[in-house]
Every structure is written in C-alpha cells, then in structure tokens.
C-alpha cells in the first residue's frame, strides 16, 4: 500500500512548486536493476523495491516509479534536523597512511564510519590513488556502510579530474588505471568540441564503473593572468572556445544535455566567477592571493564560458574562493566576500539572471579558521597537519556563523568540511531557517533519485577491466595528446624523424626511443638530433604555504642560469635541438626560442605520444590556446581580467605549424 500522506505532498509542494509531478508516467515501468547489500528488498505487485528504511512497506521515496522531485520531498519531510546537517557536508574520505594526499591502500573504515553513521554525511570526495577494480571495491564498501543509515540514503563520491597528467592536491587526482588525455588546455589546443564531448562520455563511463558519481569539473576559469598558477586546468584565454568546450565537457559528463539521468556523472562547472583574473597570478588558495580584480567589460568576459554549462544543463557550480573587486551586479558593487559567502553572485546572478536550478557546492575549506600558521607560515612555523581556511572576508566571522552566511547566500553544500552540528546550532539560534535548509537537502537528494543510487549504489568491480581504459579507448587518448601539441618553430625541417635516427634524449626513455624505430644514444656527440623534455618557467614564491609549495607561482622566462635553457644550450652547440615543451604557463622563451631547433608544446603527453608525433605517426595539430608574451615587462604590464593583451607577443594566440612531410 503507498502512502502519500498530506504532509509530504504539502512539503513537495511547497519546495519544488509546480515541478512536484506526482508519477514518472501513468503506465507501469520497467523494473530497474535493484542492488542492496544489507537492505531488504520487497516486491510490489511483481516489481522489486529496496526497504530503505526498513518498515517492511513502501514508502514514497523508496518507489522508483515515482519522480525524483516527488521522492525527495517525501524523504527530506522524514529527515531530522542532524540528517540534513549531514547532507549539506561534502566531506573527504578519510584514507589509509595519508594525512592529506592520495592514498594508494584504501579508505580507512573506522573514521569513515563515524562520519556516516554519526555525523550523517552522504557526500564525499575520493582521492586515492589505486587500480579501478580497487577504487570499485573501496566504494562499494562504503556504499555498504550508508545502509546501516536509519534511512539507507547512498553516498555522493566525487573526484577532482583524474584522467590527465598533473596531480596537485586539491586540483587534480592521480588516475591509477583510468585512460590518460591531455590537460583540458590540450583539447583547447585542438579545438574539437566533438573530441571533448567524447572524452566526457568517456570519462562518464569510466567514473561510474568505479563508483564515482560527481567530477568536480570543468573548470572554465579564463586564462587572463598569465602567472595564474591554475590557469592550466581551464581551456585558455577564449571566452568563446571556454564556452563551446565546457558545453560539449558537459554534455559528455551527464550524457546528454537535459539534465541528470541515471547513468549521469554530475558535472560540476568552476570557480564562479572571474577565478583567474587574479593580482600577479597568485592563487585565491592562498591569503596572499584572494583578489580577482574586473571591471565591467572584464566581468562579462570571464562570466561567458560558464553559459556553456549552463547551455547543456550543468547540475553544479562551484564558486571561486576570491574576493572579486570591481564588479557590479544590479547596478551594486559586489560585497568584499569570498563569492561562497556572496549573495549578489550565488542568489541574484546565479540563480536569479541566469535561472540556475543545480546544486551550488563550495569550494574545499570555506568555513575554516585561516590562523597564523595559515596566514603566514615561516621556516619556523611547526611541521604537522596543515592549517587550511580560506574564508575570505569573513575572518571575523566564527565557523558557525561562516556556514549560516554561505548558506544564507545560496551554498546548498559545504566542501571538504565536516561539522554539521554547526548548521545544526544556526538552525536553533535563528540564524538559519529549516526551510532554507530543506531547499538545499531536496536539491542535493533529487540528483541521488535522479542517478539511481537509491535503487543501486553498487558496481561490479569486475567490468572495470571491460570498461576503464580498454585498448581502443587507450588508443584513442593516446592520439589526443599527441595532436594536442603545438609545434611553434622547425625552421630547419627536422620534423617528422626518419626511422634509424639516432636520438640523444633527456626525459624520455630508451625503451620508447626503441619502440618508435629511432635509435637512442647516449653521447651527444653520436647523435643526429637531441629531444629534451623541458617545462615552462616558475618559482617557488610561498614555500612554507601548503599551497605555495605546491604551486607554480612568479616569473614566466627563461634566465641566463636555469638548468633547461643551460641543458638546450650546452646540447645545441653539439647537436639539433627538439624542446618538447610542457606549458602548464605561457612561458616567456626568450633566449630558448634562440637555443632550441624545434619547439614542440604540449599540455600533457607520455613518452609513446610524444614520440608518435616527432616520428610522424600522429602529426601535432595544435594552436595555442593562450598567447606567449615576449617579456615579463609585457606580463606585468597586461590587465589580468583581460584575454591575451599583452605587448607584442612572441607567439599569438592561435599559432602553431603543422611539420614538414
């Protein structure tokens, strides 16, 4: 018998308006695929149902033939105030032998068990570092774990991207297993939304045989301020481009453009708004760097790539931890807060110009204290667990009153925190309404329904080997990274290698010179061309900031002294050069373009795509996504809101040859 008391049609009504629907369709539906582990599961008039709360009836929320919409009214009408403190915290899995990192032996289950059991989180975010069979395994566990909740409510995994080449904590993953494709800036390189859109289903498909449900991606943040030290995790400095790749980026991640579905990764567009348009390129990780400055042309530009996700129906956004000056919306200054405290962006931008309807999760850290071993750590500061907050603008504010504000701005959830007692405390002190809180919890609830997690949040850790990576997908990202590169000079025709080539080479092993037909040598002085792995500029400007050590921060150039240019020079007086040159930055090349024959970019290539392209196998197709400015006089100079403005530069946007054949 179901059971549609007032109360919860009341509730749905009243949360969700005129998108309550009552029933998926007025006939019987197919049966879908039931998977439980400790849960009962009934049988309705032939059709199978998991007893999520365990009464031995079928609750609304636990009939799948209703809609999401329905079903998540009903079940936030059941929840407790702590429930859905719980489910407004993004939290981390806690690992085994790591602090902080990517563990490569598992989840650690006592913690993890307090944490869902006790503290009623539901969503978290994975970094480990292990095979695909083993990250199907770890998952599934802990999706075993959620059922012994007092409603069985399936856990929310999330991921930063793991199918590229940098691993950075807090804004990258190490893949262990999954397919490897160029940086996103690569598939900017090609410009082939087609090729994007493929990857995302790909990477959809992957993410979920392994039990990861949300990436925390794409980031479109424009690359405005060349020393930005994220700026590579976007799609360059086009607004244009941003927007077609994050709407095809999308569009492959949930499977489609309207909206979630059942075989869905929920997509998570980043940083709203104007992330990259920082001083000096200083990261809004840091204190140091929490500024984004813009005016109102600058503005408009760095809001356009996130139309794209909002064309294929994104169901999550991100917002940037800056503080962004010099913005006005509605006619008003935007308030000096970090934009997850920003009402004016979440509520009246956001939600209210461009009708966003999704899940806004925070950035990692928000609500924490940025204390002085925060602030401005030294040599001296004491070793043990980092400090992390980035509350900026809200330094006074207390934790509790850090997540009444958020929330109050528009934040449905929290990440990389885990105190829901707080919200619990600003729901009793009046500072935060359960009706506001109930918003956020139907929202995050309904993408559940909507991903089939309440019928089964289970995979079968044995299709990863069919499904993560398989030869003809290898095949396939193997030859995205090698056309994504950009072959910037090769004025003396040295491209593509002929077979027997004897090749002198640094950063690339012997065994995959060997296998691409060339011939490796160890003395320079035996070879016929040299190919050298080298990196665009940086500093360590922050060492003693977790993030500062972290990132690559300062100077753009090529100096007199730094071991790459004195390695191609020393080498060029012997032997053609071939710079295989990964540009996380726009580097400055300077006495480099001088130094090195050949020049060939990347944004991300192993060794066997790299060698594909200087043999001729896979020919580099690439432009460049962003220019490459001709001085750090011209860098300093630019405005960091604005697309490709420096004086000019050495290599514009866009170029880029094709080798001679």
């Known amino acids: ?34 998977g439980s582990r400790t849960i009962p599961v009934i049988v309705i008039d032939g059709l199978q149902f998991r007893d999520l709360d365990r009464d031995g009836q079928l609750t609304p929320y636990e009939d799948w033939r209703r809609s999401p919409d329905v079903r998540s009214a009903d079940l936030v009408s059941r929840m407790t105030l702590e429930e859905k403190a719980g489910a407004v915290m993004h939290g981390n899995f806690p690992e085994i032998a790591t602090e902080r990192g990517m563990s490569s032996l598992g989840y650690d289950p006592e913690p993890l068990r307090a944490l869902v059991q006790s503290k009623k989180i539901t969503s978290f975010l994975t970094r480990l570092a292990v095979p695909p069979a083993r990250m199907a395994e770890q998952n599934n566990a802990a999706q075993k774990l959620a059922e012994g909740g007092r409603l069985g409510i399936p856990l929310t995994v999330s991921t930063d991207p793991r199918h590229h080449f940098l691993y950075i904590t807090g804004q990258g993953s190490n893949g262990a297993g999954y397919s490897r494709w160029p940086e996103s800036m690569g598939f900017a390189a090609l410009g082939d939304v087609s090729l994007v859109r493929q990857f995302g289903d790909i990477a959809r498909r992957e993410y979920r045989a392994t039990g990861i449900h949300q990436a925390l991606s794409p980031q479109v943040d424009l690359y405005t301020e060349p020393r930005w030290a994220r700026g590579y995790g976007g799609f360059g400095s086009n607004p244009q481009v941003s927007r077609a790749m994050a709407s095809a980026y999308v569009e492959g991640f949930q499977g489609g453009r309207g909206g979630i579905g059942q075989d869905s990764v929920l997509a998570t567009i980043k940083h709203w708004v104007a992330y990259g348009a920082t001083e000096n390129g200083l990261d809004a990780h840091n204190a140091y760097g929490h500024i984004s400055r813009v005016n109102a042309r600058t503005f408009k530009l760095q809001i356009e790539p996130f139309l794209g996700g909002f064309d294929a129906s994104v169901g999550a956004v991100m917002p940037t931890y800056s503080v962004v000056d010099g913005a006005r919306v509605n006619g008003k200054p935007v308030e000096q807060v970090g934009a997850g405290f920003n009402r004016q962006l979440l509520t009246d931008l956001l939600r209210g110009r461009y009708r966003f309807k999704g899940i806004i999760l925070s950035d990692w850290s928000i609500t924490n204290d940025c204390l002085q071993r925060c602030m401005a750590p030294s040599a001296e500061t004491p070793q043990g667990r980092a400090e992390l907050g ?105 491209l593509p290698l002929k077979p027997g080539t004897r090749v002198f080479a640094r950063g690339i092993s012997a065994e995959a010179i060997l296998s691409a037909g060339l011939v490796p040598v160890t003395n320079p002085a035996q070879a016929q061309v040299a190919l050298v792995r080298i990196s665009a500029p940086f500093e360590r400007l922050h060492p003693y900031h977790f993030f500062g050590s972290r990132q690559h921060e300062g100077r753009l150039d090529f100096r007199a002294g730094d071991p790459d240019l004195v390695s191609v020079q020393e080498l060029s007086a012997k032997v053609p050069v071939i710079a295989a040159l990964f540009l996380d930055r726009p580097a400055v090349l300077g006495g480099m373009d001088t130094a090195a024959s050949t020049i060939l970019a990347n944004f991300g290539v192993s060794d066997e795509a790299l060698l594909a392209s200087v043999t001729g196998r896979i020919p580099p197709k690439g432009k460049l996504p962003f220019e490459l400015p001709s001085s750090m006089a011209a860098v300093e100079a630019q405005d960091p809101a604005l697309p490709d403005d420096s004086l000019s530069p050495l290599y514009r946007h866009g170029a880029g040859i094709m080798p001679h054949h």
């Open 390 to 494: 980035m509350p900026w603008g809200v330094e006074g504010l207390t934790r509790m009153q850090r997540f009444a504000m958020g929330m109050n701005a528009g934040i449905d959830q929290f990440g990389g925190v885990a105190e829901p007692e707080l919200i619990v405390e600003a729901v009793h002190k009046g500072m935060l309404s359960e009706a506001r809180l109930n918003q956020s919890v139907v929202r995050l609830m309904t993408v559940k329904f909507q991903m089939g997690l309440f019928e089964n949040p289970f995979v079968d850790a044995r299709d990863t080997a069919r499904t993560v990576n398989p030869p003809e997908v290898a095949a396939l990202a193997l030859k995205a990274q090698a056309e994504a590169q950009v072959l910037l000079k090769d004025p003396h025709k040295l």
């Open 1 to 34: 018998m179901l059971r549609t008391g007032t109360a919860h049609r009341t509730l749905c009504t009243l949360l969700l308006g005129a998108a309550c629907s009552t029933a998926f369709a007025r006939g019987l539906p197919a049966q879908l695929t039931i």
